[in-house]
């Protein structure tokens, strides 16, 4: 069964949302919140729908970025890499940065 991993980038992301989301929103809300990533995390990596879609969808034909997908949970895009083995999880972006600016570092 495959699996995902995540990049020390998307680690690192992931531990700022879940600290802002704390001081923020509360723990409990940080604990939610960190559970609807990670089971979506699962449900991409077992190939179950909804499923994720062309990051070239995100920059309008400006482009192509052949390998990457993303899926949005919540207000975050989860960035990753499908393959074969494993689901790659390069970063976690939140929906009101610069997408196309950071399609452009990742690729």
């Known amino acids: 069964m495959r699996g995902y991993r995540l990049t020390r980038q998307a680690e690192q992301t992931l531990e700022d949302i879940l600290s802002w ?4 929103l509360g723990i409990e809300q940080a604990e939610r919140y960190k559970d609807q990533l990670i ?3 699962a449900a991409l990596a077992a190939n ?3 499923h994720g879609r062309s990051c070239n ?3 309008a034909g400006q482009r192509d970025v052949i390998d ?3 899926y949005r949970e ?11 083995d494993e ?3 390069l970063e976690f972006v939140h929906g009101s940065r610069d997408l196309a600016s950071i399609l452009d570092e990742l690729t």
């Not at 989301?21 to 923020?24: D, G, R, Y």
């Not at 919540?74 to 074969?84: A, E, Q, V």
């Open 68 to 70: 990457l997908e993303y």
């Open 48 to 50: 179950e729908p909804p």
């Open 57 to 59: 969808g995100l920059l």
């Open 21 to 24: 989301t704390i001081e923020h």
């Open 74 to 84: 919540g207000r975050h895009y989860i960035i990753y890499r499908n393959t074969f």
């Open 39 to 41: 089971s979506r995390l």
């Open 87 to 89: 689901i790659l999880v």
